[in-house]
């Protein structure tokens, strides 16, 4: 059963690339993420399934679908249902590396409703997973990296969202004598890429959107990669929700198990442009390519699936008027 609900996951993302790719440079990100959510949206509806979206385009009175609590499916298997239909719209509109459109899914109440704040983050892959802590100072997590990579600190690149927030953290890194790959959106891609061998990415810090970091948990407990969070809350707004839909110690580490508390779990994600993990949605005359990343949690298998949609151009174009 998992294996069949992942290859319908994967439509599911391909469907969602393949409709944002179409306005890839064209300046337009409302446009290119108002594509992925709804053909996504198209997508889950035709599926077996009693999902529930718990991460997704925000509250029911911010988005029109796939808005937090919405039930999506035809009827089924329980789950819940985490999503970002276009994870780097800016990305998509400009042209830029590593849009994706990604999906995790578990059981019903496995995965973390976790609120619309900020999330103080760290990932890294399986070799240096237990060499890592949030709590610990980038110095020291670089250092650690390294010794476990069997690297010198010079040899270690650290995968940062450029952002003002982030300037000491950028100083410290670069004192310590690692490397940094700066990107300017996507940081699910940032802590999954220290997992997937041949991104020459080995360590992510830095403060995100804390539903994002669901989704990269839910991949790297898959991988067995490490990845921690902790809350930054904004306002009080914010803590009383996470205190209402939070399981966890809302103060304390984030642990994979806190955010992802099952083995039952899986990750999808179809790139939309290229970038180091994947390759971006290619359009031919009779159809369209895509590249996909899918891991089982269960299995612990991580699949890179290559599809060739040979179904016309018209299903895949949009309309620009």
């Known amino acids: 059963m998992q294996n069949a609900r992942i290859v319908d996951m994967i439509e599911v993302t391909e469907a969602a690339a393949l409709a944002a790719g179409r306005?890839?440079?064209?300046?337009?990100?409302?446009?290119?993420?108002?594509?992925?959510?709804?053909?996504?949206?198209?997508?889950?509806a035709t599926l077996d399934i009693s999902g529930t979206i718990v991460i997704g385009?925000?509250?029911?009175?911010?988005?029109?679908?796939?808005?937090?609590?919405?039930?999506?499916?035809?009827?089924?298997?329980?789950?819940d249902i985490a999503v970002d239909p276009l994870e780097g719209t800016n990305l998509t509109a400009y042209g830029q590396p590593n849009s994706l459109a990604v999906l995790a899914f578990?059981?019903?109440?496995?995965?973390?409703?976790?609120?619309?704040?900020?999330?103080?983050?760290?990932?890294?892959?399986?070799?240096?997973?237990?060499?890592v802590h949030i709590d610990a100072t980038p110095t020291e997590n670089v250092r650690s990296v390294a010794k476990?990579?069997?690297?010198?600190?010079?040899?270690?690149?650290?995968?940062?969202?450029?952002?003002?927030?982030?300037?000491?953290?950028?100083?410290?890194?670069?004192?310590?004598?690692?490397?940094?790959?700066l990107i300017s959106d996507g940081d699910v891609f940032g802590a999954v890429a220290t997992a997937i061998e041949g991104t020459g990415i080995h360590l992510y810090m830095g403060a995100g959107g804390a539903p994002e970091g669901v989704l990269a948990a839910t991949a790297m407990r898959c991988i067995g990669g490490c990845f921690m969070g902790r809350f930054m809350f904004r306002n009080d707004d914010e803590r009383r929700r996470a205190e209402e839909m939070s399981r966890c110690?809302?103060?304390?580490?984030?642990?994979?198990?806190?955010?992802?508390?099952?083995?039952?779990?899986?990750?999808?994600?179809?790139?939309?442009?290229?970038?180091?993990?994947l390759r971006g949605v290619k359009?031919?005359?009779?159809?369209?390519?895509?590249?996909?990343?899918?891991?089982?949690?269960r299995t612990g298998t991580v699949r890179f699936v290559e599809t060739v949609h040979r179904t016309g151009p018209e299903k895949f174009w949009v309309r620009m008027d």
Not at 23 to 44: I, P, Q, T
Not at 283 to 297: E, L, N, P, Q
Request: glycine share 10%.
């Open 57 to 79: 385009e925000g509250e029911r009175d911010e988005a029109p679908m796939l808005y937090i609590g919405e039930k999506v499916g035809d009827g089924g298997e329980e789950i």
């Open 106 to 131: 578990a059981p019903k109440g496995s995965l973390l409703h976790a609120p619309d704040t900020y999330m103080w983050k760290i990932a890294t892959g399986p070799e240096a997973a237990d060499s």
């Open 283 to 297: 359009y031919f005359g009779s159809g369209a390519r895509t590249h996909t990343v899918a891991m089982d949690c």
């Open 249 to 277: 110690d809302i103060d304390g580490v984030l642990t994979m198990d806190c955010l992802v508390n099952t083995d039952e779990s899986a990750f999808i994600a179809t790139g939309v442009t290229d970038g180091e993990m």
């Open 148 to 181: 476990a990579l069997k690297r010198s600190v010079e040899d270690i690149v650290v995968c940062i969202l450029e952002r003002d927030r982030h300037i000491d953290l950028i100083a410290e890194v670069r004192e310590a004598g690692a490397r940094i790959r």
């Open 23 to 44: 306005w890839m440079g064209k300046g337009k990100k409302d446009e290119a993420d108002r594509a992925a959510v709804e053909a996504m949206r198209a997508s889950l």
